[in-house]
């Protein structure tokens, strides 16, 4: 029989899969689906990603006082409600709502982290954020197979394309949310955790201590070498999320098939993720036996290569606007379109899962704050990438993710090695020894 912090891991990769699956399919085909309507797609998670990050530095104070389940469930009803604005969008009803759901989302994920944090050990943090990635990346993969026969041969995606999208999505996204009710609470888990077997002082329980704790790990080197890293998988997140395959959708060279290819683009994103969220988490004993290093390692090549594939590949004008320019391949290949999105899947979980494993292991007693970091960093680089891809053209986009690329992993060594030689010493790894 599976055990209870297992399964709550599984439920919670289940009911995320669900909630994702509407939200990310929506941030896909945002850009295009709302042409014609006056609302920008990238303006749109823009101002979503720059309350998001704001918001982190209040995440943990809420979670201190509602406990993690009842804050997932919280951003699981503001997702319902953003899904649900689209059936009849506006520029107030979009951007405002991109606006609250930038708050639900910092409860959300910082109380995901949490809750994680709380259902692992030392054993099990690696294997455990493999479960939850590889099952939350199969949320590309339903949304945008639907997409894809949905948008089969149209140019132009007409209202009652989007409404019928749009309908599915928030019936999936409210399944998701009803699953987060079903989590069970920390009192009932009753084995021990990385919270209970590392701490070495109260946990903060009240608002006020859970804000200052956030500001004290903000100023320690290991979060600081940590941030570049973040600030890198927020910029890679709104390259594949948003732009990417907007850009494929752009590149009138793949002729009818352009538009449907927002939904397939999709599809092997998420296969690169499951593949790399099963791989470097669910065996994780074996693929952490030399640390978590190389795996950033490979994830850092393989986007290297990807971005370099991308750049002969797509013009440079696909993030703006459909084009008919022809790019260094001539014609534009799709199947390499397509290798493309599987490798910034792959490349995305490296760095995901390892920093998810690195967090838990390094903050246990800290994990709210911890993630809350995490998320700021990260959903603030994401929104300047929105901003700025609404103006750069592809080259010069790439060029950015690949300086972050680079020193993103070489930041990530520096804060492995110390963890590795903390661990040699014979000290436990917690938040006051790094």
């Given at each position: 029989?599976?055990?209870?912090?297992?399964?709550?891991?599984?439920?919670?990769?289940?009911?995320?899969?669900?909630?994702?699956?509407?939200?990310?399919?929506?941030?896909?085909?945002?850009?295009?689906?709302?042409?014609?309507?006056?609302?920008?797609?990238?303006?749109?998670?823009?101002?979503?990603?720059?309350?998001f990050a704001a918001s982190n530095w209040a995440a943990p104070s809420i979670i201190s006082v509602t406990g993690p389940k009842y804050a997932m469930v919280f951003g699981g009803v503001v997702y319902c409600i953003f899904i649900g604005l689209f059936l009849k969008p506006s520029t107030y009803s979009i951007y405002g709502g991109s606006?609250?759901?930038?708050?639900?989302?910092?409860?959300?994920?910082?109380?995901?982290?949490?809750?994680?944090?709380?259902?692992?050990?030392?054993?099990?943090?690696?294997?455990?954020?493999?479960?939850?990635?590889?099952?939350?990346?199969?949320?590309?993969?339903?949304?945008?197979?639907?997409?894809?026969?949905?948008?089969?041969?149209?140019?132009?995606?007409?209202?009652?394309?989007?409404?019928?999208?749009?309908?599915?999505?928030?019936?999936?996204?409210?399944?998701?949310?009803?699953?987060?009710?079903?989590?069970?609470?920390?009192?009932?888990?009753?084995?021990?955790?990385?919270?209970?077997?590392?701490?070495?002082?109260?946990?903060?329980?009240?608002?006020?201590?859970?804000?200052?704790?956030?500001?004290?790990?903000?100023?320690?080197?290991?979060?600081?070498?940590?941030?570049?890293?973040?600030?890198?998988?927020?910029?890679?997140?709104?390259?594949?999320?948003?732009?990417?395959?907007?850009?494929?959708?752009?590149?009138?060279?793949?002729?009818?098939?352009?538009?449907?290819?927002?939904?397939?683009?999709?599809?092997?994103?998420?296969?690169?993720?499951?593949?790399?969220?099963?791989?470097?988490?669910?065996?994780?004993?074996?693929?952490?036996?030399?640390?978590?290093?190389?795996?950033?390692?490979?994830?850092?090549?393989?986007?290297?290569?990807?971005?370099?594939?991308?750049?002969?590949?797509?013009?440079?004008?696909?993030?703006?606007?459909?084009?008919?320019?022809?790019?260094?391949?001539?014609?534009?290949?799709?199947?390499?379109?397509?290798?493309?999105?599987?490798?910034?899947g792959l490349g995305d979980s490296s760095f995901n899962t390892q920093i998810y494993s690195i967090l838990g292991m390094m903050f246990p007693e800290d994990s709210a704050p911890a993630f809350a970091l995490f998320k700021f960093v990260q959903s603030l680089s994401a929104a300047a990438a929105f901003f700025y891809s609404s103006e750069?053209?592809?080259?010069?986009?790439?060029?950015?993710?690949?300086?972050?690329?680079?020193?993103?992993?070489?930041?990530?060594?520096?804060?492995?090695?110390?963890?590795?030689?903390?661990?040699?010493?014979?000290?436990?790894?917690?938040?006051?020894?790094?």
């Amino acid at each position: 029989m599976m055990e209870n912090k297992t399964l709550n891991v599984v439920l919670l990769g289940f009911a995320f899969m669900l909630i994702f699956t509407a939200f990310q399919t929506c941030t896909m085909v945002e850009k295009t689906v709302l042409e014609g309507t006056g609302v920008d797609g990238y303006v749109s998670l823009a101002i979503l990603y720059a309350v998001f990050a704001a918001s982190n530095w209040a995440a943990p104070s809420i979670i201190s006082v509602t406990g993690p389940k009842y804050a997932m469930v919280f951003g699981g009803v503001v997702y319902c409600i953003f899904i649900g604005l689209f059936l009849k969008p506006s520029t107030y009803s979009i951007y405002g709502g991109s606006a609250v759901l930038g708050i639900a989302a910092a409860v959300l994920w910082t109380a995901q982290g949490s809750y994680l944090t709380i259902n692992s050990d030392s054993e099990t943090i690696s294997r455990n954020s493999g479960i939850f990635w590889a099952l939350l990346q199969c949320s590309l993969l339903f949304g945008n197979l639907y997409a894809y026969f949905k948008f089969h041969g149209e140019i132009h995606i007409d209202d009652s394309s989007r409404n019928t999208l749009f309908t599915v999505l928030l019936v999936t996204c409210c399944v998701g949310l009803l699953l987060l009710l079903l989590l069970r609470n920390r009192r009932g888990i009753d084995n021990e955790d990385l919270l209970s077997i590392n701490a070495t002082r109260p946990v903060p329980n009240r608002p006020m201590q859970a804000l200052k704790r956030s500001l004290e790990l903000l100023r320690t080197r290991e979060m600081l070498f940590l941030s570049v890293c973040f600030a890198y998988t927020g910029l890679e997140l709104t390259f594949f999320s948003g732009v990417y395959g907007t850009s494929v959708g752009h590149t009138l060279q793949f002729g009818e098939s352009a538009k449907q290819l927002l939904g397939l683009s999709g599809v092997f994103i998420g296969i690169g993720e499951i593949l790399g969220g099963a791989t470097f988490g669910l065996f994780g004993k074996r693929t952490n036996r030399y640390g978590r290093d190389p795996i950033v390692m490979f994830g850092c090549v393989i986007h290297m290569i990807c971005f370099f594939l991308i750049y002969i590949n797509l013009p440079g004008e696909s993030p703006l606007q459909d084009t008919q320019a022809l790019s260094v391949i001539t014609p534009p290949n799709l199947y390499l379109a397509i290798v493309c999105s599987f490798l910034l899947g792959l490349g995305d979980s490296s760095f995901n899962t390892q920093i998810y494993s690195i967090l838990g292991m390094m903050f246990p007693e800290d994990s709210a704050p911890a993630f809350a970091l995490f998320k700021f960093v990260q959903s603030l680089s994401a929104a300047a990438a929105f901003f700025y891809s609404s103006e750069l053209l592809l080259e010069f986009q790439l060029l950015i993710l690949v300086i972050f690329d680079f020193f993103g992993t070489i930041c990530f060594f520096v804060v492995e090695w110390r963890v590795v030689a903390t661990q040699q010493s014979g000290y436990h790894v917690v938040s006051g020894d790094i």
